[in-house]
């Protein structure tokens, strides 16, 4: 009777997988419900924290084609589920684990591809997907910037040149070029 119910549960860990840019497991030991309901908070909208068992989480990572998890699946583990952000989903992790030491970051998979809880520390201290956007466009600006004033300057520059000659030209100052009339004259 129990193994229909298991096969659902399988079914649903898979999908999981397979819709999640990332998945986090974590072991939770010695956390609160509370504790638990405010990590979930602190995750964001874009993720979602379940307690898995083991043996069937081994299973549907298996099924949904990762298996550098293997490792990761002893002692109670928690799976977060993310569809968003990994930025953000990984700062909450390292934040409520700052904050509340049992809870213990194992490891996970970002795109297939496995990551220690070092790289997802790690991923933890980049900026913001819209952060690096914003400074990429402020990049690009001031390089436009940089090549307009640079396509104004040379025009800019020729007109004073031109401006000074025609000055000099009319005050007849020194340096002005002699005649060529002159010059054939003699």
């Excluded at 379940?50 to 081994?58: E, F, H, Q």
């Amino acid at each position: 009777m129990a193994r229909p119910d298991k096969s659902a549960a399988v079914a649903e860990l898979t999908d999981q997988f397979r819709s999640s840019n990332a998945a986090v497991l974590t072991e939770y030991r010695g956390l609160t419900v509370a504790q638990l309901k405010e990590l979930r908070r602190s995750l964001g909208e874009n993720a979602q924290y379940a307690v898995v068992k083991n043996t069937l989480t081994k299973i549907a990572a298996n099924e949904a084609g990762i298996t550098t998890l293997d490792d990761h699946f002893t002692g109670p583990t928690a799976v977060a589920f993310i569809t968003g952000d990994p930025v953000e989903s990984a700062k909450g992790l390292r934040d409520f684990a700052k904050e509340n030491p049992n809870l213990i970051i194992k490891g996970g998979v970002l795109d297939g591809k496995a990551l220690s809880a070092d790289e997802i520390k790690k991923l933890a201290d980049l900026e913001s997907r819209e952060v690096l956007l914003a400074k990429l466009a402020g990049a690009m600006k001031g390089k436009q910037s940089q090549a307009a004033a640079l396509f104004q300057a040379l025009p800019s520059k020729f007109v004073r040149t031109a401006e000074a000659l025609r000055a000099k030209v009319e005050q007849g100052g020194a340096g002005t070029p002699a005649p060529v009339e002159a010059e054939a004259a003699e």
